[in-house]
C-alpha cells in the first residue's frame, strides 16, 4: 500500500509541474527602408552598354529602300511605374573613312526605331509603333506608363536610310534609351 500511495503521490507531482509552468515572449518590430530603384540593360549583354548594332549598305536598294537591323530586347527593373525616353547622343553621326573633310551625315532623317514587342505594361507612343520614328537628339518618349516590375521588357529594331549623298565609310551614333520614374 505504501508503494501505491508514492507511486500515486510522484504521478500526482508530475502533473502539477506540467501544468505550473510559465511562459515568457519577446517581440521585435522590423521595418524595411525600401528606396525607389530602377535600371535598364540590354538583354544580350546584361549591361547598360548594347552589343554593336551594324547595318551593312551593300546594293542600290539597300540606299534606296533602308536597311533594317534585327530586334535589339531592353529590360527594366523598376519598383515603381517608369517611362522610357529614346534620343541619339549627337545630332550627327560620327564618321569614319578615308573621305576629307569627313562628311556629316545627321541623326535625323536617316536612322529611325520601332518598338517591335512591348512586355512593360506601358502605351507605345505612336511614332514608334507601327512603323519607325525618327531618332534625333533631343529626348522623345518612347513608351508610357510601363508596370512596375523586375523583368518588364521591350524590343526596337533601326531602319537606316541615308541615301545616296555621302561616301563610303562607317558611320556611328549611340543611341541612348532612359527609364525615369515619374
Do not use: R, W
Request: charged share 5%; proline share 4%.
Amino acid at each position: 500500500m505504501k508503494k501505491v500511495i508514492i507511486f500515486s503521490a510522484a504521478i500526482l507531482g508530475l502533473n502539477m509541474a506540467a501544468n505550473a509552468q510559465a511562459t515568457s515572449s519577446a517581440n521585435q518590430n522590423v521595418a524595411l527602408n525600401l528606396s525607389n530603384a530602377i535600371a535598364i540593360t540590354f538583354v544580350s549583354t546584361g549591361t547598360a552598354t548594347g552589343s554593336a548594332v551594324s547595318i551593312p549598305f551593300t546594293t542600290v536598294a539597300d540606299y534606296t529602300s533602308g536597311v533594317t537591323s534585327s530586334a535589339q530586347q531592353v529590360k527594366v527593373q523598376s519598383n515603381k511605374v517608369f517611362n522610357v525616353t529614346v534620343n541619339a547622343n549627337a545630332a550627327n553621326f560620327t564618321y569614319s573613312g578615308t573621305t576629307t573633310p569627313a562628311p556629316s551625315m545627321p541623326v535625323s532623317g536617316v536612322l529611325a526605331a520601332q518598338v517591335t514587342a512591348n512586355s512593360t505594361g506601358g502605351t507605345v507612343a505612336s511614332s514608334f509603333t507601327g512603323g519607325y520614328g525618327n531618332l534625333t537628339s533631343a529626348a522623345q518618349s518612347m513608351i508610357s506608363t510601363c508596370a512596375n516590375g523586375g523583368n518588364q521588357t521591350f524590343s526596337v529594331q533601326y531602319q537606316a536610310t541615308p541615301g545616296f549623298a555621302y561616301p563610303a565609310g562607317t558611320y556611328t551614333a549611340n543611341v541612348v534609351y532612359t527609364a525615369t520614374q515619374p
